[in-house]
């Protein structure tokens, strides 16, 4: 089955960096594009950032346009987001997500947090 893991996740202080990592499982992944989203307190789930399955392309929200990067290992079947510059607003529960057939799947989650 479908299985998609976060991790990297963790407390930095602003101006700093982490890069997530979400691996996959059960699915062929190298056919398909991926997406990761966030999700602050009190707020909708927003994207962030999607990668074809190539990486031929990338898109990126305004919010994180030349801070972030998404990027993916075809081979480890994990898609990564460095995230340099961080702000508080940065803060949040991030996601990755797979449109699979009719599906959405999702990781269980990692938590950013940017604070002082």
């Known amino acids: 089955q479908v299985r998609l893991v976060e991790s990297g996740g963790g407390l930095v202080q602003p101006g700093g960096s982490l890069r997530l990592s979400c691996a996959a499982s059960g699915f062929t992944f190298s056919s398909y594009s991926m997406s990761w989203y966030r999700q602050a307190p009190g707020k909708e789930r927003e994207l962030v950032a999607t990668i074809t399955s190539t990486s031929s392309r990338t898109n990126y929200a305004d919010s994180v346009k030349g801070r972030f990067t998404i990027s993916r290992d075809n081979a480890k079947n994990t898609v990564y987001l460095q995230m340099n510059g961080l702000k508080p607003e940065d803060t949040a529960v991030y996601y990755c997500?797979?449109?699979?057939?009719?599906?959405?799947?999702w990781g269980q989650g990692t938590q950013v947090t940017v604070s002082s």
């Open positions: 997500k797979l449109v699979y057939g009719l599906m959405n799947y």
